[in-house]
Structures are given as structure tokens and as C-alpha cells.
């Protein structure tokens, strides 16, 4: 009598990046463009200041979080004298190939920190060994890792917005730097003003005019980083016409007026 046994398990990550990093004092990381992989960060030393999705979160020496692809966030590292950190980049669609969850951003409690830090420095020593061997193996400790966080990430069933909430916010997007009024995106949302602005409250913790100022802080930090345009230009092109009250609403809102953001952010 012979027999046959097969069993099949697609592995679902794609790459895995490891950043380390190493700051003075206080660091700004803008991601209000989406995060383009999932991410598991490490606090090692300093504290980091966590905004986006209607989610604020600080994490401290030791602790770790989870960002999901896609969303856009804020994070304020702060520090004395220097501010440190890991950051594991997971591209992959879903976390397993039998469970469709999905994970919002999130604070990760039940993993020791000076275990998490082993791991996150064993992992980028065998990296930059650069042996294929070694990056091999970098893989398979990450995988072991990741088995002991998945189970604490707390799923959460995504929110369904509101028909008038999507309208409005594919409006604000297309159309961030245009001054529309608060009647004219009611109209075009198909509800009342007062309706609207409760949708928005209830739902994103925001309102339309806040919204839109913060896409026209994330799309000008963007600029900022990658393109040449004087501060001026780019406070135009991102809306305000005032370039005073883009250097007030840049710096409250990032903790870094737009020349100093331009230099460390290059």
C-alpha cells in the first residue's frame, strides 16, 4: 500500500524591506500619500506621535505599531538627544491566504521590546551581509516574528462611509486647492450643510474644511520633498493665498516650518 500526502500553503509577501534609523532630537514622518507596504515599527529610543485614519497614538521606548498599506498618516518622532527606530515594510496584499481580515492602524501590546529589538537588529545584520543565505534567513526569522504578532492585531471591519461622505471626498481630492464653499459641496453631495458636516463628524472625526487643509498640507510637504518650487509657488499651487498662513497651518500641523521640513526632508 503506498500513499501520498500534499499540503499547500502560497507563501503572501512579496518583499520584505528592515529600515533603521537614527535621528537628533525630533524627526517628521509624512505619509499623507499612503503607505505604499504594511509596516511594523519599533520605538528603541524617543517618543513618536501617531496621526491618521481618525487615529492618534504615541508609542514610547520598547513599544511597537502597525501601519497599514494605504493609509495615510503623521508621525512626529521626538527625542533627547537622539530619536531611533525600526521599521519592517511588508509588501503583500493580505497577511494569509486563508483569512481575508484586514488590520487598521494600531498599537502591538504583548511582544517584550528588547525581543523585538533582537530581532529587528538580527534581521538587518543578515540583510546587509548581503549573502543570499543570509537574507534567506533573514525571511524566515521575520516569518517567526510575524506569527507571534498576527494574533495580536486586532481586526477590524472596515467602515462603509456614507454615499454624501465619498462624494465629498472624491470632490475635495480633485479639487483640494479650489476654495469651494460649504454649500456647494453640500449640493454636490446631495445633502444639507448641517448634514454633511454631522456625516463628517461622525464618521472621520473631521470636518470638510479641515479635511481639506490637511490634504493641502500633505500634497505641499510632498512638493517640499520632491519637487523645486519656492515655498511661495507651492503655497499657491496647494491653495492658500496667503503665504504667511501656509507657514502657521504647515508648522502646527507638522511641528516644522516648510524650509525646514525642505532641508531635512532632503
Known amino acids: 500500500m503506498s500513499e501520498r500526502v500534499t499540503y499547500e500553503k502560497k507563501l503572501c509577501m512579496s518583499e520584505l524591506h528592515i529600515t533603521h534609523a537614527v535621528y537628533e532630537s525630533k524627526h517628521h514622518c509624512d505619509g499623507g500619500l499612503g503607505a505604499d507596504s504594511s509596516r511594523i515599527v519599533l520605538c528603541v529610543r524617543g517618543t513618536a506621535d501617531i496621526r491618521g485614519n481618525g487615529i492618534n497614538m504615541n508609542a514610547h521606548s520598547g513599544e511597537l505599531f502597525y501601519i497599514p498599506e494605504g493609509a495615510r498618516y503623521d508621525i512626529i518622532w521626538s527625542g533627547t538627544p537622539e530619536i531611533e527606530y525600526y521599521i519592517f515594510h511588508i509588501f503583500s496584499r493580505k497577511y494569509d491566504t486563508e483569512n481575508i481580515e484586514r488590520y487598521e492602524m494600531q498599537m502591538i501590546s504583548g511582544i517584550d521590546g528588547e525581543y523585538a529589538h533582537g530581532v529587528f537588529s538580527e534581521v538587518l545584520e543578515l540583510m546587509e551581509n548581503g549573502s543570499r543565505i543570509g537574507k534567506v534567513k533573514a525571511i524566515g526569522i521575520y516569518y517567526s516574528f510575524f506569527a507571534e504578532v498576527l494574533p495580536l492585531l486586532h481586526a477590524q471591519t472596515p467602515k462603509r462611509c456614507h454615499t454624501a461622505v465619498l462624494a465629498a471626498l472624491d470632490y475635495i481630492e480633485a479639487h ?31 470636518t470638510p474644511v479641515a479635511y481639506r487643509n490637511d490634504l493641502r498640507i500633505r500634497h505641499a510637504a510632498a512638493a517640499l520633498r520632491l519637487g523645486e518650487d519656492s515655498i511661495d509657488q507651492i503655497s499657491v499651487s496647494c491653495g492658500f493665498h496667503s503665504a504667511a498662513y501656509f507657514r502657521e497651518m504647515f508648522k502646527r500641523s507638522t511641528g516644522f516650518s516648510p524650509a525646514k521640513y525642505r532641508q531635512i526632508a532632503k
Open 176 to 206: 483640494f486647492a479650489e476654495d469651494t464653499s460649504a454649500k456647494e459641496l453640500a449640493n454636490i453631495a446631495c445633502v444639507s450643510e448641517s448634514r454633511l458636516y454631522h456625516l463628517f463628524r461622525e464618521e472621520l472625526d473631521t
